[in-house]
């Protein structure tokens, strides 16, 4: 049998963790269940992390670090508002490409701000959300030559804020029409802001 990495067990428990947690939620989340998940032995988790606290530490860790390093280079269309619902477009498939993710770092968010021993997971979260739309929105300024009518960090919060609503909304309903409606409308009141 060959001998799995540290790096690549933990990738792996990560990955058995979200399953896991989609399924059974927070509370079915035990060391057994995510090794079992991962087809690993369980001395392999004690082996990659401290604690069950630390694994969920790291779901929001790995998938900041993912958006980060999936930021590319934008490829600015005809205007403003083609680039935003482009990009918009882009992030919405990987909502429907992985929705067991997008529903478990939702829950997470709130599991995080209720539990101690999670302190700044859902802060770390959150500014990397911020980092990403802000980076986005600053590319698109400079592309364009153009400002935003309001602080970029503003702007940058509005889209967070309605891309989260639109995902919970489609996590819900499942309506992926009307999402795809939402952020095209979106797309259009943000142009709005480029002057």
């Not at 929705?99 to 802060?123: C, F, I, K, Y």
Request: proline fraction near 2%; glycine fraction near 4%.
């Amino acid at each position: 049998m060959a001998r799995v990495s540290a790096e690549e067990r933990r990738r792996q428990l990560v990955a058995a963790a979200f399953r896991v947690i989609g399924r059974d939620g927070f509370a079915g989340v035990t060391t057994r269940r995510v090794c079992a998940e991962a087809g690993a032995p369980l001395a392999a988790f004690h082996y990659c992390f401290a604690s069950k606290q630390e694994l969920l530490a790291e779901l929001t860790t790995q998938s900041m670090d993912a958006l980060l390093s999936a930021q590319h280079e934008m490829a600015l269309r005809a205007t403003v508002e083609a680039t935003l619902r482009a990009e918009l477009r882009a992030y919405w498939k990987t909502v429907e490409d992985d929705p067991n993710r997008e529903s478990v770092l939702m829950a997470l968010t709130q599991h995080a701000l209720q539990d101690p021993s999670l302190d700044g997971v859902a802060q770390r979260q959150y500014k990397a959300y911020h980092a990403t739309a802000r980076a986005a929105l600053q590319r698109i300024a400079t592309g364009f030559g153009v400002t935003w009518s309001m602080p970029v960090e503003d702007v940058a919060r509005m889209l967070v804020v309605v891309t989260d609503g639109v995902t919970l909304a489609w996590l819900v309903d499942r309506d992926s029409a009307a999402a795809r409606s939402a952020l095209d409308a979106f797309a259009a009141q943000l142009a709005a802001l480029a002057h």
